[in-house]
T-cell receptor, first 111, second 113 residues
Framework: KNQVEQSPQSLIILEGKNCTLQ??????????LRWYKQDTGRGPVSLTI?????NTKSNGRYTATLDADTKQSSLHITASQLSDSASYIC??????????FGKGTSLLVTP | DTAVSQTPKYLVTQMGNDKSIKCEQN?????MYWYKQDSKKFLKIMFS???????INETVPNRFSPKSPDKAHLNLHINSLELGDSAVYFC????????????FGPGTRLTVT
């Protein structure tokens, strides 16, 4: 059964600090892994899509890594801003390419 | 310009009523989706249409009926609303079914009283 576990469940950091969010998965077959950001009261926004052959992908201050051997992915946020406060969700497509969302990590950046 | 738009943003209605939520995308995409986000914050796929044809229909009560009049629109009609239908409904679109970016609308918060 496909499973995705994210940690931590929630995180509070000071503005300007870095943080790393983790995603452990057992998904087969593996097609791609996506990180989405969802602000409260808004729709999810894609940050990255990583395929099997990609180890690292950056999108501004967001850097995602993928280790297909250990089935782990991380999302690193550099120099956090207040606007980074959101849920960050590790997402996999199912066989029909609809997306399977987990609960994600809730990040709060404080002044 | 809004890429994926939904109306209404908020919908409050009584049990037993019938309501519709509309979705439009101006991205020129062929594939559109409806997702439901419940109180536990999980987003779950409900339906997917490609070129106006249904390609995904998850285990959703048949009170929910999607309709795609054209590739740019995917509406969701719900009959005989129940308390458990209260949730946020998100529309999304992608270029095609496949490993493509999915763009989400702002969501419609449905409250059934």
């Amino acid at each position: 059964k496909n499973q995705v576990e994210q940690s931590p469940q929630s995180l509070i950091i000071l503005e300007g600090k870095n943080c790393t969010l983790q995603c452990n998965y057992t998904v087969s077959p593996f097609s791609n892994l996506r990180w989405y950001k969802q602000d409260t009261g808004r729709g999810p926004v894609s940050l990255t899509i990583m395929t099997f052959s990609e180890n690292t992908k950056s999108n501004g201050r967001y850097t995602a890594t993928l280790d297909a051997d250990t089935k782990q992915s991380s999302l690193h946020i550099t120099a956090s801003q207040l606007s980074d406060s959101a849920s960050y969700i590790c997402v996999f497509p199912n066989s029909g390419y609809a997306l399977n969302f987990g609960k994600g990590t809730s990040l709060l950046v404080t002044p | 310009d809004t890429a994926v738009s939904q109306t209404p943003k908020y919908l409050v209605t009584q049990m037993g009523n019938d309501k519709s939520i509309k979705c439009e995308q101006n991205l020129g995409h062929d594939t559109m989706y409806w997702y439901k986000q419940d109180s536990k914050k999980f987003l779950k796929i409900m339906f997917s249409y490609n070129n106006k044809e249904l390609i995904i229909n998850e285990t959703v009560p048949n009170r929910f009926s999607p309709k795609s009049p054209d590739k740019a629109h995917l509406n969701l009609h719900i009959n005989s609303l129940e308390l458990g239908d209260s949730a946020v409904y998100f529309c999304a679109s992608s270029q095609e079914p496949g490993p493509y970016e999915q763009y989400f609308g702002p969501g419609t918060r449905l409250t059934v009283t």
